[in-house]
T-cell receptor, first 109, second 115 residues
């Protein structure tokens, strides 16, 4: 079967750094997405990785290791507005998005 | 990124009535539209995938006669919840993808409450 695992919930302090991990087992791989979703809103795109390595985009970075079936989203200089759920999703061999359950990130002052 | 406009943002309807949700791709041609449902504190659940001009492919456990999907044009797809029941209350989100593009763009979502 296809499986995406990520922690259910994480807590971090404003101004700090947090890393949200995602491991996957899918039938084929055509890239991995990270989305941010605030409560009651649709997900918004953060990053897309299809090659191994680190992609940096402002305060957010995403890393991928295809051999390990592993990715992480790194958030630096955390702000209160970063409190949200972060969804990991993999595009499988049929170009279908397989979604993780999401990680709820709580930022404390 | 590209824009998918979804309406309405929220709707309250009586049990037994039907509700139509529209998704329009404003600046790209959405050859494929995905319809998701999300219950509180849960991840997105794919309901169906539709390609423009073709019948939608429904996920296991999703009633095709209850959730009618139309994708007659490259810029418009609709989901109609027929004979709605309180258990259909959920957050419905569409996502459109263009030909040869891997990223899918989300609509704003529709909060459906059936009373």
């Amino acid at each position: 079967g296809q499986n995406i695992d990520q922690p259910t919930e994480m807590t971090a302090t404003e101004g700090a750094i947090v890393q949200i991990n995602c491991t996957y087992q899918t039938s084929g791989f055509n890239g991995l997405f990270w989305y941010q979703q605030h409560a009651g809103e649709a997900p918004t795109f953060l990053s897309y990785n299809v090659l191994d390595g680190l992609e940096e985009k402002g305060r957010f970075s995403s890393f991928l290791s295809r051999s390990k079936g592993y990715s992480y989203l790194l958030l630096k200089e955390l702000q209160m507005k970063d409190s949200a759920s972060y969804l990991c999703a993999v595009l499988d061999s049929n170009y279908q998005l397989i979604w993780g359950a999401g990680t709820k990130l709580i930022i404390k002052p | 990124g590209a824009v998918v406009s979804q309406h309405p943002s929220w709707v309250i309807c009586k049990s037994g009535t039907s509700v139509k949700i529209e998704c329009r791709s404003l600046d790209f041609q959405a050859t494929t539209m995905f319809w998701y449902r999300q219950f509180p504190k849960q991840s997105l659940m794919l309901m169906a995938t539709s390609n423009e001009g073709s019948k939608a492919t429904y996920e296991q456990g999703v009633e095709k006669d209850k959730f009618l999907i139309n994708h007659a044009s490259l810029t418009l797809s609709t989901l109609t919840v027929t004979s709605a029941h309180p258990e259909d209350s959920s957050f419905y989100i569409c996502s459109g993808r263009g030909q040869g593009i891997t990223e899918a763009f989300f609509g704003q979502g529709t909060r459906l409450t059936v009373v």
